[in-house]
């Protein structure tokens, strides 16, 4: 029996609800996650089933619950892999499946399995590099370039993360670069390299106050001034860090204002 066209409106909806809330209330993830799931099982979408799992198990991937995390994930990829079979909608279902084989890679990541994250991300980019995603390509070579990071092999981290920034630059995405650039100080700082570290933090900085992103903004400033702390360079770094606790302030991120004010302290100690 065909899936009225109604009933499918109304799973792409819920689902995309459960996407709009997935960082800020993942318990309202779920609910919509949920609903967009029991309406699918009862009108055969299968689709619909498949993302209703993939949002689900993102919401509670962010709240540490890797372990049920990874059964939505698994899921939605056995799903996803017996939906290529037909033949319809490829494309639509290999970025799908992609995603999923990306989420299960966060799942092992986050657990320090990092030798089977590896790879499942490289699963994700072989499929992301077939359809061309130009996002999802980015994201890949991004959170390989954090696994390599973990490993403490920084030539690939900072292989990887090049990869990455290269792509999100040919696409112009800004939110993306400041991320790399961020990822790439980070692998500087870990080496010692404290003006290579430097370069790529107020270079993630730039564009992150060109598109007015605060929460990177303020963290941008928490690593330049742990770098000017690790140089004794101390009125720079305090500088830095109350800038970094303003904007923190500004967007009420109770996390990191500790984070700040931890910072502050240990200058004033040093």
Known sequence: MPIAKEDTSKVNILNALAVEYKRDNPDTTIYYAKQALLLSEKVGFKIGIGEAHLYWGKAILNSGNYDEALNHYTKARVLFEQLLISKTDQKRIKKLLARALYNIGEVYNGQGNYSEALKIYLEALKIRKEIEDKNGIADSYNNMGRVYFDLGNYPQALKNHFAALKIREEIKD???QGNSFNNLGNIYYAQGDFPGALKYYFAGLKIRKEINDKSGEGGSYHNIGNIYMEQRNYSEALKVHFM???????????PAIAYSYGNLGSVYYA
């Open 174 to 176: 800004k939110y993306g």
């Open 244 to 254: 970094s606790l303003k904007i923190r302030e500004e967007i009420k991120d109770q």
